[in-house]
C-alpha cells in the first residue's frame, strides 16, 4: 500500500502564504485523484482540494482563488499552494489519493476510497 508524508505546515500570519507538499513511497497508478483535505477543530472536516490524474482539478468554494494543486516536477511528489491565508484556514491538512472522483471532495477522507498521511499543522495568526 501506498504511504503518503505530509509536509510543510507552520504558523503565519492572516494574508501569508505557505506551500504544503505530499510524497508518496510507490505508484500511485491503481488511483484516480490526489488532494488534500482539512481538519480544523471543532469543525467538521473539509474536502480543500483535488487533482485528478487527467490534470482536472477541484477546489472547494472556500479556497477557490487562493489555493492552487500542483503535480511537482518530481513523480509522486505534489503541492498545496496557499495564498492569502486567513485565521479560517487553521487546521490540520492532510494528503490523500482515492480511486473516487475528486467531484465530490468528501471522498478524500473516505477509508473505503482513499488513504492519506499523517497530516501537517497550519495556523494562520490574525
Known amino acids: 500500500q501506498v504511504q503518503l508524508v505530509d509536509s510543510g505546515g507552520d504558523s503565519v500570519q492572516a494574508g501569508g502564504s505557505l506551500r504544503l507538499a505530499c510524497a508518496a513511497s510507490?505508484?500511485?497508478?491503481?488511483?484516480?485523484?490526489v488532494g488534500w483535505y482539512r481538519r480544523a477543530p471543532g469543525k467538521e472536516r473539509e474536502g480543500v482540494a483535488g487533482?485528478?490524474?487527467?490534470?482536472?482539478?477541484n477546489y472547494a468554494d472556500s479556497v477557490k482563488g487562493r489555493f492552487a494543486i500542483a503535480q511537482g516536477n518530481v513523480d509522486y511528489i505534489w503541492y498545496l499552494q496557499m495564498n492569502n491565508l486567513k485565521p479560517d484556514d487553521t487546521a490540520t491538512y492532510f494528503c490523500?489519493?482515492?480511486?473516487?472522483?475528486?467531484?465530490?471532495?468528501?471522498?478524500?477522507?473516505?477509508?473505503?476510497?482513499?488513504?492519506w498521511g499523517q497530516g501537517t499543522e497550519v495556523t494562520v495568526s490574525s
Open positions: 490523500a489519493v482515492t480511486v473516487a472522483s475528486c467531484g465530490d471532495l468528501a471522498v478524500l477522507y473516505n477509508p473505503k476510497y482513499s488513504r
Open positions: 510507490a505508484s500511485t497508478s491503481k488511483y484516480n485523484c
Open positions: 487533482l485528478h490524474f487527467n490534470g482536472t482539478t
